[in-house]
């Protein structure tokens, strides 16, 4: 119907550059904060309206690309973003708990492999995707890769022209789309 609501008014936490939505309607989002020099942090606006952080300043560095990155929700609730640039990682944030990195060696590349032994080229900004399935897609300079929901990276399709990170896939895992200049 053409109506705009604003969510959250007045202080907010610093830069939200990804948001993702659950199943219940809570929005997460990620990016920086101001800290020592940047922080990378992930909040939580609840469906219930509360807005709390969640993982705050969970890298600290001193590129101000620290927190940037795409972000999907799983079916378990779990947070995964792509952390690009210089570390080239996907990291996984789960509903109770510690960080990890899910994968990604932080070495620029598009190597296959379990874990930290993948390897990614990921922008500030790159995105990523989930299935209904909890399988995630990311574009990785040139390639569609996919990682399964216990960190096995394959790449799906390469030699693709490079255009943006943006990346988005149905339900089933079957039609993946990517957005380039002026193209789909």
């Known amino acids: 119907a053409g109506v705009v609501?604003?969510?959250v008014s007045g202080y907010q936490p610093y830069e939200w550059d990804s948001v993702a939505i659950d199943?219940?309607?809570n929005i997460y989002g990620a990016g920086t904060t101001p800290a020592v020099f940047w922080g990378a942090s992930v909040f939580e606006l609840t469906a219930s309206g509360a807005l709390q952080s969640l993982f705050t300043n969970?890298?600290?560095t001193?590129?101000?690309s620290a927190g940037m990155g795409g972000l999907a929700v799983d079916s378990k609730g779990n947070l995964f973003?792509?952390?690009?640039?210089i570390n080239n990682r996907i990291i996984k944030f789960p509903p109770t708990g510690n960080w990890t990195v899910f994968a990604g060696s932080s070495t620029s590349g598009n190597l296959d492999g379990v874990g930290t032994s993948a390897t990614f080229s990921f922008d500030a900004t790159s995105?990523?995707?989930i299935d209904?399935?909890?399988f995630l897609y990311v574009f990785s300079y040139g390639a569609i890769r996919k990682i399964a929901p216990d960190g096995t990276v394959t790449t799906i399709a390469s030699k693709l022209p490079y255009s943006s990170d943006a990346i988005a896939v149905d339900q089933g895992g079957d039609n993946i789309?990517?957005?380039g200049v002026q193209t789909i």
């Open 127 to 129: 995105s990523i995707a």
């Open 177 to 179: 789309y990517i957005a």
């Open 132 to 134: 209904g399935h909890d």
């Open 58 to 60: 969970w890298e600290i």
């Open 81 to 85: 973003q792509t952390d690009g640039v």
């Open 23 to 25: 199943t219940a309607g």
């Open 5 to 7: 609501t604003t969510l």
């Open 62 to 64: 001193s590129n101000p």
